[in-house]
């Protein structure tokens, strides 16, 4: 595939959700690491990085859907149409048919112009003609009922078509939940023969839009009820959740531009993440190992559990990913995590406590981690559960007797989460469970799993 270079320097949102798109697809960037450093450039104005990004994302989230959507206007396969134009096609049909708050005539407009922004005007007549017969193929009604002539949309509704594009949910659902909701087919023949049509119908819905904001507040700066007064203030619409740290935000925000956020207020992280340093629930004072540590979600909030007191050594094997857990710490005004790369074996013990945060598919994460679905392979699990439970392993071996240590996924998969431990429990009979939790997705946040095991002295 030839690479397209965008001549002109990127200056508006869909420009620069079409470069994302097309320097993603060779796989070596994850897109929102392109569109970071595309936004650190410069460039492209503060005002247009929220619809980038939400192009960008929603583009990915739900490829499988505009691909059945566009199919019955194309001419020839998906496969033989040039990967820019295709992107572009992608882009419009997005904004066409999935995104609210866009007039359809400028979504159309602007995104033929793409054409002009990468210099291939010869596209930009195939690109009207098709975009314009897909507009004309939606109906003014929606529905409640599954149908193949029905694209689902968000909460449960379905955007009715002129034709049927899906198949038969009634007679082949596995294959309408995957094109519908654009899931890889063998992943939802997964979860059909786990949870059925309803739980699979919601997980579907739930993973078609972007996953819900989530802050943690950080009590080493302030209370959560001060936060929400600065939010309030600012116009932002926000609430409490169950986790006594959490907030939700409504709508789409740019973080960076929240109020108090430079003097380090809180953290993004998803509810269903919140819980799990809390399980572990480290005091001041401990040393506590933290096997995979970066981003640093979950460290820093060791940290705020520990009033910054103690010590935590903070593993990963990507240098890169550490110095962002070192700037998330100096922003957060934590100053007790010692960044380590791992190279080898990780660093001998005792240790009060460890957390293990392991790599694995992210299935619970879908809808935040767009690309994964298309990345993910069915191989995958029986390739991370060697490196799970050597982690899980190499974890309680540095824990002193009495200590604690969590294992955590934001998979929702039992080969990676209880199938894991319960390997680890069996080949280590001084290890004991105290306390493990299957979280679904949407329920209220992110999908995962976590276990609580308690070090004995065997």
Not at 215 to 232: F, I
Not at 252 to 281: N, R, Y
Not at 339 to 347: A, G, I, R, S
Not at 378 to 405: C, M, S, Y
Request: hydrophobic share 45%; net charge positive.
């Amino acid at each position: 595939m030839r690479r397209i270079r965008f001549i002109a320097a990127i200056r508006d949102a869909r420009g620069a959700a079409l470069h994302v798109l097309l320097e993603s697809r060779n796989r070596r960037r994850f897109a929102h690491e392109i569109l970071d450093h595309l936004f650190r450039q410069g460039n492209l104005p503060a005002t247009e990085h929220a619809l980038a990004t939400q192009l960008v994302n929603g583009v990915l989230r739900r490829r499988a859907t505009l691909d059945a959507l566009l199919k019955p206007f194309l001419h020839r396969p998906l496969h033989q149409i040039e990967s820019w134009l295709l992107e572009v096609l992608r882009l419009g049909a997005f904004q066409l048919v999935l995104m609210s708050g866009i007039p359809p005539y400028a979504a159309l407009h602007e995104t033929v112009k793409l054409c002009e922004t990468i210099r291939k005007p010869r596209g930009k007549r195939f690109v009207n003609a098709v975009l314009r017969s897909l507009s004309r193929s939606m109906t003014a009604t929606d529905t409640i009922e599954p149908a193949a002539d029905a694209v689902p949309l968000e909460a449960g509704r379905f955007r009715v078509l002129s034709a049927p594009v899906f198949a038969d949910p009634k007679k082949e659902p596995v294959q309408y939940l995957a094109a519908a909701f654009s899931l890889p087919r063998w992943l939802v023949e997964r979860w059909f023969a786990r949870y059925g049509w309803d739980e699979c119908l919601r997980l579907g819905f739930w993973f078609a839009v972007p996953g819900p904001l989530w802050l943690r507040c950080n009590v080493l700066r302030t209370d959560r009820e001060t936060c929400l007064a600065a939010l309030a203030e600012a116009g932002i619409d926000a609430e409490p959740g169950t986790h006594p740290q959490s907030i939700r935000l409504r709508g789409f925000h740019a973080i960076a531009d929240l109020p108090h956020f430079k003097d380090g207020w809180f953290t993004v992280q998803d509810h269903s993440a919140m819980e799990v340093a809390s399980v572990l629930a480290p005091s001041p004072g401990m040393r506590v190992l933290d096997l995979c540590a970066a981003p640093g979600g979950k460290t820093t909030h060791l940290a705020e559990w520990m009033r910054n007191q103690g010590e935590i050594i903070a593993c990963d094997i990507h240098a890169g990913r550490l110095e962002n857990l070192r700037e998330t710490c100096r922003r957060l005004g934590i100053s007790i995590v010692s960044p380590l790369l791992l190279k080898e074996e990780p660093p001998e013990g005792p240790f009060d406590a460890a957390l293990v945060d392991v790599p694995c598919s992210n299935t619970g994460v879908l809808g935040r981690r767009p690309e994964v679905r298309w990345r993910l392979k069915p191989g995958d699990f029986q390739r991370l559960i060697p490196l799970q439970t050597k982690l899980l392993i190499q974890a309680v071996e540095r824990v002193r007797t009495g200590g604690t240590v969590v294992y955590s996924t934001c998979s929702m998969e039992p080969e990676e989460n209880g199938g894991v431990v319960r390997a680890v429990l069996s080949a280590m009979p001084r290890l004991s469970l105290e306390a493990e939790k299957e979280q679904m997705a949407g329920q209220p946040g992110d999908g995962g799993y976590w276990a609580r095991l308690r070090v004995g002295t065997g």
